[in-house]
Every structure is written in C-alpha cells, then in structure tokens.
C-alpha cells in the first residue's frame, strides 16, 4: 500500500477550521505569502497525489490560485459523480472506500499519498491507514470549530519523532502511526 500522511495546521484546542470552515486564523491560509512555510513546500514536493474530503476541495477550489499546482488530486465524495464539477485537468472524483482507492492508487504507481481533510483523516485513520502525521499547532484557542481527530473507535497509539517549536510560537510534531499490523 502508499504510504499515507498528513501535515495540517490546528489550533492549539485541536480545531482545523471554525464552525463555518474559515481559516482567518491561520496565516498565510488566504494565498499570502508567508515568510516560513513549516516544512510545507518539502513535504509537497515529497508526495505524489493528494486525497481531500470533499469539504477540503470546495475550499481550495474556492481559492483565486488553485494551491495544488500539477500534483494529480483524488476527491473523495458519496455524492460522485452526482453534483462533483473538477476545476483542473489535475482533479478525478470517487466514492470508492479509502482502501479501494488506495489499491487504485497503489496500480498506478503512487508511493507517497497526502491526506487531507478532518472527516478524512479520521476515517483513514479508522482504517489504519495513515503512517505518519505532521500536526503544526498555531497559538490560538478557537474554543470551537471543525475538530481534527473525533471517535475512532479504538485507541490510536503513535510514536513520536520529532518536534520543533518556532520563533512565531507555531509547534510542529511528526508522528508515525502504529497500525498494529
Ligand atoms: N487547518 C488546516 O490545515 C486544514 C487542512 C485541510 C482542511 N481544512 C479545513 O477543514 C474543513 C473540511 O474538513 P471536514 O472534516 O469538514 O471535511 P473533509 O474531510 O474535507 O470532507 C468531508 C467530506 O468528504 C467526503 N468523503 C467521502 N468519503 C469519505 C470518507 N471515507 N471519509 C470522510 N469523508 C469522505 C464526504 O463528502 P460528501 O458529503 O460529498 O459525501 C464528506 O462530507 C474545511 O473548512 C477546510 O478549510 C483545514
């Protein structure tokens, strides 16, 4: 199977988005330039397809600059292809399972997958199939919002590689995640 991870941004009370899904309190979320970009752009470069929840993608697609550039990007939706519109050449609907997409994406020989997306993330998760997580908390307590990690049913244990706190107060941690298998 690819390997699964995930570099998102949350709140220090672990929210990914508010209530209504803006990222006003997230630097650099409105397509601007930001001075550091955490890792970000090395990461990106690392994978080689994308999977966001369909929430994920409305946003980007909502974006001026589509903030994918090239990198093939699968949407995830119960609702393909029934009300599902591709803004890039680069974007393919599915209501497959994750791990029937991922035996798709494993065909075609992907290695490296991005997972993005609260309720996605959570059902990879469920799934045992994330290996690893980047998770960069930003000083601020939104107090509520769109929860990162929710019920899985089951402990999640993970190990810790590395953490690194920086000068604008963001702290990033890198996990691996034990699946148990
Ligand atoms: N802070 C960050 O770094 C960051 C990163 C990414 C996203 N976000 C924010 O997170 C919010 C979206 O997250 P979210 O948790 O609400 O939704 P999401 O995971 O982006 O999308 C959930 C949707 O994906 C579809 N889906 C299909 N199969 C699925 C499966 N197996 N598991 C889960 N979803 C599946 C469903 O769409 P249908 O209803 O069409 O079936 C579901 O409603 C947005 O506001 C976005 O801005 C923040």
Redesign the pocket.
Known sequence: MPKCSVF???SLDGF??RKN?D?DW?PGSDGASEAQDYGYKSFFESIDVLV?????YE?AASHPQWPYAEKPVVV????YPRAFQSVSHTVEGTSL??RELLAVLESRGSRNVYV?????IQ?FLRDRLIDEMTLTRVPVLLGEG?ALFGAIGRDVKLRHVSTTAFPSGFVQSKYEVDNGV
Do not use: N, V
Not at 76 to 79: Q, V
Not at 116 to 120: A, N, Q
């Open positions: 998102i941004a949350t990914i988005a899904g990222l997230l966001l929840g369909r929430k994920t946003l995830l939706s119960s609702r399972s994750p993005d997306g609260g309720r996605t059902s769109i």
